[in-house]
């Protein structure tokens, strides 16, 4: 069974999000808290597959429980109202969320990651870069989770030359050379990093403004030689994002 708790001032929702877990025979809820003090001294004696935890409480964050623990053996979904810069720092880090009013969909979709997820090796180095997102006063230092085999890498926006599609997947290029493959798809990736100056050339490929030497025909050419396909309906936009 999964140990499930739920950390959340408000009762009603998790009243709510009690009663949607008991469409899924493998979770039992084992412990609940309103606020992160009562949380963490029951996550200190309750033994805890994965943690249902509100960003903004009354006496401190979700991120601030987190922080306080400074490791955690236990999954966590975030569950939230829309905040941006909470919800890039999230997905930036590679972790899960639900955003309120929590959709039994969406449940079921969580679930069924926690479920299929392979805890990789590094998992304390992943948390550890988290919590430097949450620190962060600025969305463009946020760095991306990205793993490779066995090995995790942090990545800064910066670095990242272009992104492809390929299906539900997305290929990273590095501007050194590397090449990351993403179960995320390439929407996941437009929204996260198109408020950091990415343009959508193409159906199928996203851009780094900053990495762009000038347009050739229907490509993109970019510093490091590389060119990207751009669509017609796209060359408009892309020729206006460069001039402003």
Not at 13 to 28: F, I, K, Q, W
Not at 74 to 88: L, P
Not at 96 to 108: F, G, H, I, M, S
């Amino acid at each position: 069974m999964i140990r499930v708790m739920l950390v959340d001032d408000d009762g009603e929702g998790r009243s709510y999000l009690r009663g949607l877990l008991t469409a899924h025979a493998d979770v039992g809820v084992v412990a609940e808290a309103d606020n992160i003090a009562d949380a963490r001294q029951i996550l200190g004696n309750t033994a805890v597959d994965l943690l249902f935890l509100d960003v903004e409480m009354p006496g401190g964050s979700g991120f601030d429980l987190l922080k306080q623990l400074g490791t955690w053996p236990f999954a966590v979904i975030f569950t939230t109202g829309f905040q941006r810069y909470a919800v890039q720092a999230i997905r930036f880090s590679a972790l899960d969320y639900l955003l309120k009013p929590v959709q039994p969909d969406e449940l079921a979709d969580a679930l069924q990651r926690f479920r299929q997820r392979q805890l990789p090796v590094d998992r304390s180095a992943i948390q550890q870069q988290f919590l430097s997102n949450v620190a962060q006063q600025d969305e463009r230092s946020l760095k991306l989770t990205l793993t490779s085999g066995e090995r995790t890498y942090f990545i800064s926006p910066a670095e990242i030359t272009h992104c492809t599609a390929d299906d539900n997947y997305t290929e990273l290029h590095i501007h050194d050379g590397r090449r990351f493959v993403s179960a995320r798809t390439l929407k996941d990736y437009e929204d996260m990093l198109v408020p950091m100056g990415f343009l959508r050339v193409h159906r199928s490929a996203l851009v780094n403004r900053a990495m762009i030497t000038h347009l050739d025909g229907m490509h993109v050419v970019l510093r490091n030689s590389e060119r990207v396909e751009m669509s017609r309906r796209k060359r408009e936009e892309v020729q206006r994002a460069l001039a402003g």
